[in-house]
C-alpha cells in the first residue's frame, strides 16, 4: 500500500532499490532497508517481500530470508524462487530440495537453480537425475551439465551433453572448449573452436583465452601465427591483461619469442603471470641466460616471485646447466618466506645432474628435509644414464622401483643405462623382471 504522504516511498520503490543492494551483496544496507519497509507500511506487499527474500539469500542471510518468507501472507513462485536460490547461494541443498519439493509451481529458474547447486557441489549424479527429470530443458541447463563434468574432468560426458543439446550459443561453446583446454585435451579445443566457427558463432576474449591455451599446450607454431593473426584481424581489446597474456604465453611455448617480447614490452601491464610465461619460453628454447636475466628484471619491477616462478626458473637454468645461478636463485627462496618443496629439489638435482655433479646431486636428494618424490630421484636416474654412471644408476633405480613399483619407465631407463655401456646381461635381466612384474615398455618421459 501506498504511503499516504505525498513523495514518500511506498511499495514500487523498494523492489529495484533491493536489487541493487543484492547485486552488490550488500547486507548491511539490506537490514536497514528492511526497516524502511516497515516504518512505511509495504512490508505485506508479495513483490516486496519476494524482493527481501532476494536480497538475504544473496547475502546470504539465508535464517533472515527464511522468516521474512514465512511471515509472508502471500506467496508467488518469484518468493519460492527467491528462498530456494537463497539456499543455492549458501550451498545448503538439503534445505534447497526440500524447498524445490514442495513449491506449487516450478518454472525454468528453480529446475536450473537446483541443478546449478548440485553441479557446484559436484554431485553430479543427484544433478543428472534432475535433468533427466526436467520437463523443459533449455541451453542453460546444458551448459551447467557440461561445466559441471568439465570440472570433475569428464570431458566425455560434457561432450555427450553439448552434442544433445539443439541450440549451441557462445556459452554453450565456451564450456566446451574451456573444459578440453583445462583438462589437458589441447588437441579437441582447438578442433571444437574451429567446428564453431564453421557454425558462424562468433568466439569472445574467454573463449579466445581458452584456445591460446590449449594451442600453447601443442605448440604449433603454425597454429598460433593463425590464432595470433585472427585476434589481431578482429576487434578484440589486445590492452586487456589477460588477453595479451595469453597471447604471449603462447607464441612463447610455441617458439615464436620475437612475437611474445614484442606483446610482452608492449603490455600496459606486466604482472606475474606474463613473467612467468615468457621465462618459461625461454626455458623451453634453451635460452637460460635469457631467462635469468628476465627474472632479474621482474624483482626490480618490484613483482613478488611464488613457489612457481621458483620452479620456472630453475627448470631454465637446470635445461641451460646454470649451476652457479640455480644455486643463487635456489638459495633466494627464503628471502621470500617460500619453503623449497619437492618440485625445487628435483630441479636442483637435475640441474646438478645433467652438469654432471652427480655426487653433489645424490647428496642434495639424501639430504632432503622432506620425503623425496620419484621425480626427485628419477630426475637423478636420467642424469645417471646420460653421464653412464651404472653404480649409481642402480643404486637409483632400486629406489625408484620401491617407490613406484609399476611404472615401466623406471625400468627402462636402467636398461638404457646398461645397454650405454654394453652390459647386455644386465639389459636382459632388467627387460625380463619387466616381463615378471607385467610392465609394458613406454614411448617415453621427462621427470622435469
Known sequence: MRASSEGAPDKYTFPPLMKCCANELDAFVGVGIHGLLIKYGVEDDVFVGSSLVDLYGKCRLIRDAQKVFDEMSVRNVVSWTSLLVGYVNSEDLVNARRVFDVMPKRNQVSWNAMISGYVKLGQLDSARKLFDELPFKNVVSYTMMIDGYAKCGDMSSANFFFEQCSVKDLVLWSALISGYAQNGLPYEAVKSFLEMKLSNTRPDEHIMVSVMSACAQVGNMKLANEIDSYMNRSSFDLQRTHVVAALVDMNAKCGNMERARSLFDNMPK???????????GHALHGQGAEAVKLFYNMLSEGITPDDVAFTVILTACSHAALVEEGYCLFDMMSKYSIT?????????????????HLEAAYDLLKSLPIEAHAECWGALLGACRLHCDTELAEVVANRLVELEPHNAGNFVLLSNVYAAVDRWLDVSNVRNQMVDRGLNKILGRSWV
Open 340 to 356: 623449497p618443496s619437492p618440485d625445487h629439489y628435483a630441479c636442483m638435482i637435475d640441474l646438478l645432474g645433467r652438469s654432471g
Open 270 to 280: 606486466r604482472d606475474l603471470v606474463s613473467y612467468c610465461s615468457m621465462i618459461q
